[in-house]
C-alpha cells in the first residue's frame, strides 16, 4: 500500500487518548494527556481546558497545535466506527466536532485496522526488522486480548492467532488485592505491582491455581472490568472503595477469604509480606500463561526476531526474562506499547513504511516555550551549558530537563526527565519523598549510553533498550557505584542511550563522564503527584516550585528556586 502522497489524520478517544497524524511525509503523535495535563485523558468530550493562557474546549487546542484542516484521510477506529456509534451521546461531540475541524469535502473517512492490529503495527514498523513474529496482549480492544502475527514490510502483518486470554485485567486484579497499591484509575496499578514484585519470596499455591483457572478458558465468565463505574468512589480513590464494590467482591472475595488467616473475619485488602507474595504470585502465573500461548509460535519460527506490543509490554521483568530465552534472537518493544501509542499505530498501519521510522521526534515540543522570556522577568535564571550542568548532578542537585520534542509513550527518556547522580545512597527515597510523591518501594530507572552498559549490568544483551522496556541485572561490582537505582532483587530499569535516540541525552552524558568519569544518570519522568509528564514551561516550574528540585532546564536557560 502506497500513502506517502497523502495525508492522514488518525485518533484513539479511550483512555490514554491521542491523536495522530501523517502530514508531508513526517509522523505526528499527541498525547492527550500532555496537551491537558489530565492523566490517563480521554477524548469523550471536549471539556474546556486553561492551557498556554487560551481558555478553549481541547479540540481547539488541538487545531492550535496541528495548524493543519485539510486531511485527504481521516482514520475512523472500529469500535468508534461500528460499536460506538458516532450518534452515541458520549462521543458525537468530540467524534463529529474532530471529524469537521480536520476534513474538507474531499477527505475520506476510512475505518482504521483493528486495537491490536494497531498495536503490532507501531510494533513492527517502528522496529528495524524486515520480518518478525509480533505478538500484542493487553486488557483487551476490539474483542481481542492476545494476538499472535507474522509481519514483513512486503506483505503487511498477518494474524496467526488470537486468544481470550486477559492477562492485562489478570495482573490488575492482582494488584488490586494489596493495600499498597491505590490510585484513582486501575491502569496505573500493574506499574506499582511491578515494584513490588521484587520482595515477595513464596508463590501461593491457591492463588496461582485460581488465576489460572479463571484467566486461561474462562473469559466469559468472569467480569473483563474491575468495578462496576456506577460504584466509583465518589472521591475517585478507586482502591479506598474496593471492598465496597459488587463486582469485587462477587469475583474476588472468595480468594482473599483463602488468604486470610481468619477466614471468616471482615474482608481487608492483604499489606506487608502478603501483598508481595500476592504480586510475586501474579507475575508467575502472567509469565506461565504468556508462555503457554506463545511458545509454539517462538518455537516454529525460530529464525524470526520477536516484537512485543500492547499494554502488557509494559512488563519489564518478563520482557527481560523473554529476551534472555530467546536470545541470540532480539526482542523489540516500542516506546508506546499500551493504548497512547493506538492513534499513530493507525496511521502506520495505513501508510506501511518501507524504511524503520524514529519515534524519538514525533511529539510536540513544549508548547508555551513563548513563555520564557517573560518568565526570565520574574525569577532567577542563567545561560547554561552541559559542562555546568554537570557540576551541579556531581554535587547530588537534582535538575530538571525540557529539551526538544517529548517523548512518545509512557516513559520520559531524557526530554522531559529529572535527572541526577544515582551514586547518592538516600536519592531514591528524596525523590520518592520530596519530589516525585509517590510510593516508597518504586525503583528509579539508570540512564547510561550504550557502549557503557556492559560496564553496569548483566544481560544476554543491550540491543533495542532505549525506551526502558526491560529489568536488567546489576552487576554486584556495580550496585555500590549507583545504589539509587539497584531494586531490592538487584535489578534496573535499564535505558540506553544512543545518539539516534537522544542526542540532547547522549552528549550530556558524554560529558558527565569527561567531568566525574561515571557513567550512569538516575531518570525519571519530569512529573509530580501522578500527573502526566509535563509538556508546559507552566507546569514545570511549578514543579520546581513545590517540590525539592533543585533546577529546572528549558533548552540552554537554567531556572532556581525562587524559595525563601
Known amino acids: 500500500m502506497d500513502n506517502t ?7 484513539h478517544i479511550g483512555h490514554d487518548s491521542a491523536v495522530a497524524y501523517y502530514l508531508d511525509g513526517k509522523y505526528h503523535n499527541l498525547q492527550i494527556e500532555k496537551v491537558n495535563n489530565k492523566r490517563y485523558s480521554r477524548l469523550m468530550q471536549n471539556k474546556n481546558y486553561n492551557i498556554r493562557g487560551k481558555q478553549a474546549g481541547i479540540l481547539e487546542h488541538l487545531e492550535d497545535i496541528i495548524q493543519y484542516n485539510d486531511f485527504d484521510e481521516i482514520l475512523i477506529p472500529p469500535m468508534t466506527f461500528f460499536q460506538v456509534d458516532v450518534q452515541h451521546p458520549l462521543y458525537k461531540g468530540v467524534v463529529k466536532s474532530l471529524l469537521t475541524r480536520f476534513s474538507n469535502s474531499n477527505t475520506k473517512q476510512v475505518r482504521a485496522c483493528s486495537h491490536h492490529h494497531s498495536h503490532a503495527a507501531l510494533g513492527f514498523y517502528s522496529s528495524p526488522f524486515d520480518k518478525a513474529l509480533v505478538i500484542t496482549v493487553d486488557g483487551g480492544g476490539d474483542n481481542e486480548y492476545f494476538t ?6 512486503d506483505n503487511g502483518i498477518t494474524q496467526l492467532a488470537s486468544y481470550q486470554v486477559n492477562l492485562g485485567s489478570m495482573y490488575a486484579v492482582g494488584c488490586s488485592m494489596c493495600s499498597e497499591i491505590g490510585g484513582e484509575s486501575y491502569i496505573s496499578y500493574p506499574g506499582k505491582g511491578m515494584g513490588l514484585v521484587a520482595r515477595g519470596k513464596n508463590i501461593l499455591p491457591k492463588l496461582y491455581t485460581w488465576f489460572k483457572k479463571v484467566y486461561q478458558n474462562n473469559m466469559n465468565e468472569h467480569p473483563s ?15 479506598d472503595h474496593m471492598r465496597n464494590n459488587p463486582t469485587f467482591v462477587r469475583f474476588m472475595e472468595p480468594m482473599m477469604r483463602e488468604l486470610k488467616s481468619e477466614p471468616d473475619g471482615p474482608l481487608r485488602l492483604t499489606r506487608g509480606q502478603l501483598s508481595y507474595d500476592v504480586m510475586l504470585t501474579t507475575q508467575k502465573v502472567f509469565e506461565d500463561l504468556f508462555d503457554a500461548f506463545t511458545k509454539e509460535f517462538i518455537d516454529e519460527y525460530d529464525d524470526l526476531p520477536v516484537v512485543l506490543s500492547g499494554g502488557c509490554a509494559l512488563n519489564v521483568i518478563n520482557n527481560e526474562r523473554v529476551k534472555n530465552m530467546i536470545a541470540p534472537r532480539e526482542l523489540f518493544i516500542p516506546s508506546a506499547p499500551d493504548d497512547s501509542g493506538l492513534a499513530i499505530g493507525y496511521v502506520i498501519d495505513r501508510v506501511r513504511p518501507k524504511e524503520k521510522i524514529e519515534t524519538h521526534n514525533i511529539c510536540p515540543s513544549v508548547y508555551d516555550l513563548n513563555t520564557i522570556e ?30 526538544g520534542p517529548s517523548e512518545s509513550g509512557p516513559r520520559a527518556l ?8 544515582p551514586s547518592y545512597p538516600d536519592m531514591k527515597d528524596t525523590l520518592n519523598d520530596k519530589v516525585k510523591h509517590r510510593e516508597w518501594f518504586r525503583p528509579f530507572a539508570p540512564a547510561c549510553k550504550k557502549e557503557h552498559a556492559d560496564k553496569y549490568f548483566d544481560s544476554s544483551h543491550f540491543e533495542h533498550m532505549e525506551f526502558m522496556s526491560f529489568a536488567v541485572k546489576v552487576k554486584e561490582d556495580a550496585k555500590d557505584k549507583i545504589p539509587a537505582v539497584v531494586h531490592v532483587d538487584g535489578s534496573a530499569r535499564l535505558q540506553t542511550v544512543t545518539q539516534e535516540s537522544n542526542p540532547y541525552f ?11 568519569g561515571k557513567h550512569v544518570l538516575l531518570n525519571t519522568s519530569l512529573n509530580s503527584w501522578g500527573n502526566p509528564i509535563s509538556n508546559t514551561v507552566e507546569d514545570s516550574i511549578k514543579i520546581l516550585e513545590r517540590t525539592d528540585m533543585d533546577y529546572l532546564v528549558i533548552d540552554d536557560i537554567l531556572f532556581s528556586q525562587n524559595k525563601s
Not at 225 to 239: I, P, Q, S, V
Open 5 to 11: 502522497h497523502k495525508n492522514i489524520l488518525s485518533f
Open 148 to 153: 499472535v502475527s507474522l509481519a514483513d514490510r
Open 225 to 239: 472490568l474491575l468495578y462496576d463505574r456506577e460504584h466509583k468512589n465518589k472521591n475517585g480513590r478507586f482502591a
Open 374 to 403: 517573560d518568565l526570565k522577568s520574574t525569577r532567577e535564571w542563567s545561560k547554561v551549558n552541559n559542562k555546568q550542568i554537570c557540576k551541579l548532578l556531581a554535587q547530588g542537585k537534582i535538575v530538571g530537563f525540557m529539551r
Open 414 to 421: 531524557g526530554f522531559r526527565s529529572i535527572l541526577c547522580d
Open 506 to 516: 547522549y552528549d550530556l552524558l558524554t560529558a558527565y563522564e569527561k567531568h566525574t
